[in-house]
């Protein structure tokens, strides 16, 4: 008899990378190097970079051939200006979707031009 495993909890090490896909290398590349003022810190051919951030944490672009292409979101990335930098973003080619704030913070909801979702937070 197997012991049942779909109801034990599966021991995580903390979150390795966060990936968006894209329909075109080359242009999200220039759109998030230009925004966050970043460059690669690892490459594979031509459907995959990574970069790390300056807190360590990862962010990648992915382009699988194979694969169907399915926006997604969620990432936050830490800006000092989120006001600046939702007006870079509609100069690179990004759209602005909502902006929310509070006592503590403000971020903008931003479309990357794929239609992946991400937010630019500045904490007070």
Same mark, same amino acid.
Request: proline content about 6%.
């Given at each position: 008899?197997?012991?049942?495993?779909?109801?034990?909890?599966?021991?995580? &090490?903390?979150?390795?990378?966060?990936?968006?896909?894209?329909? =075109?290398?080359?242009?999200?590349?220039?759109?998030?190097?230009?925004?966050?003022?970043?460059?690669?810190?690892?490459?594979?051919?031509?459907?995959?970079?990574?970069?790390?951030?300056?807190?360590?944490?990862?962010?990648?672009?992915?382009?699988?051939?194979?694969?169907?292409?399915?926006?997604?979101?969620?990432?936050?990335?830490?800006?000092?200006?989120?006001?600046?930098? &939702?007006?870079?973003?509609?100069?690179?080619?990004?759209?602005?979707?909502?902006?929310?704030?509070?006592?503590?913070?403000?971020?903008?909801?931003? &479309? =990357?031009? =794929?239609?992946?979702?991400?937010?630019?937070?500045?904490?007070?």
């Amino acid at each position: 008899m197997t012991a049942n495993t779909t109801h034990q909890p599966l021991p995580t &090490r903390g979150l390795d990378f966060f990936i968006l896909q894209t329909t =075109d290398m080359a242009r999200s590349r220039a759109f998030f190097e230009a925004l966050l003022a970043i460059a690669p810190s690892m490459e594979y051919k031509d459907f995959y970079v990574e970069y790390e951030l300056p807190d360590g944490s990862t962010f990648a672009i992915g382009r699988d051939p194979e694969a169907e292409f399915m926006p997604t979101g969620g990432i936050v990335f830490g800006v000092e200006d989120a006001t600046d930098a &939702r007006a870079r973003v509609e100069a690179l080619g990004g759209s602005y979707v909502k902006q929310y704030g509070g006592e503590h913070c403000t971020a903008a909801w931003c &479309r =990357d031009p =794929d239609g992946n979702v991400f937010g630019l937070h500045q904490r007070f």
